[in-house]
């Protein structure tokens, strides 16, 4: 859930009607995300400079909703640059425009379409790692995907950057690039000289967003937090009840209620 707009979709509205019971999220409950607007500034001018330097980016990202907005970003900041889409990201594309009822600015997503490069088979994957300036590909944390080709072509020169832009799961490809500043390539772990950045883009709600939702509902509903570490789900419920008077629940796993 996310009450803040993204350049794809509209924010999730706080419902005016009463409810009898409510599930919510709390991935993120025990932190907020960076100013949106400040966010894709800084984003679009690290994309500068490592251009400026003659550098490469890869921005390894989701196939449904990440890619999009990246794009979406790049546009909006208008980068002047050769951007190329590859993986499962090229039909979701495809997907967003003939779906137009489904997101924020069918007409402006039309443009990123139109003017972002997609990649056609391994021909056109080699020639991008070496002549265009951004590649957008899945996935997202490094497990795998088109995006792993690249990798393998940038991440030894120190000139180009690697831009991560979601979470990062511990042991995945991508945590372990943040952590160590390592990534295996050809079956051997290389320390990459390319630059690594993270990039706290997100499609959930911080902290203050997800209180203010409940803050928000009308009437007394039953309250039920989930999609959360453990710590997190207790954490917004016992908020909920004291600060809210709900009852709110952190549900385990097999607990049963009647709604």
Known sequence: MNTENTRIVHAARIPRQNFDDVVIESSYDNTDHPDRKELEVSFAEAIKEVLHDKGKVLVPAFAVGRSQEMLSIMNAQKLKAKI????????????YVDQPDFIKTPKT????????LEITGWRDRRQAARRADIMVAPS?????????????????????????????????????????????IKEMDVEVKAKVRHFDFSSHDGKTGL?????????KPDVYVIHGEPENCESLAQWARDELDL???????GDEFTV
């Open 84 to 95: 190329v889409v590859d993986g499962m990201a090229r039909a979701v594309n495809r997907i």
């Open 109 to 116: 997503f039309m443009k990123v379409f139109n003017t972002t």
């Open 140 to 184: 997202g944390m490094l497990q795998g995907g088109t995006a792993m080709h690249y990798m393998g072509k940038l991440a030894m020169d120190e000139r180009n950057a690697i831009f991560l832009v979601s979470f990062q799961v511990p042991g995945t490809g991508g945590a372990k690039l943040m952590e160590t500043g390592f990534f295996t």
């Open 211 to 219: 209180e203010a939702f409940l803050r928000g509902l009308k009437g």
């Open 247 to 253: 009852k709110a629940t952190a549900p385990n796993e």
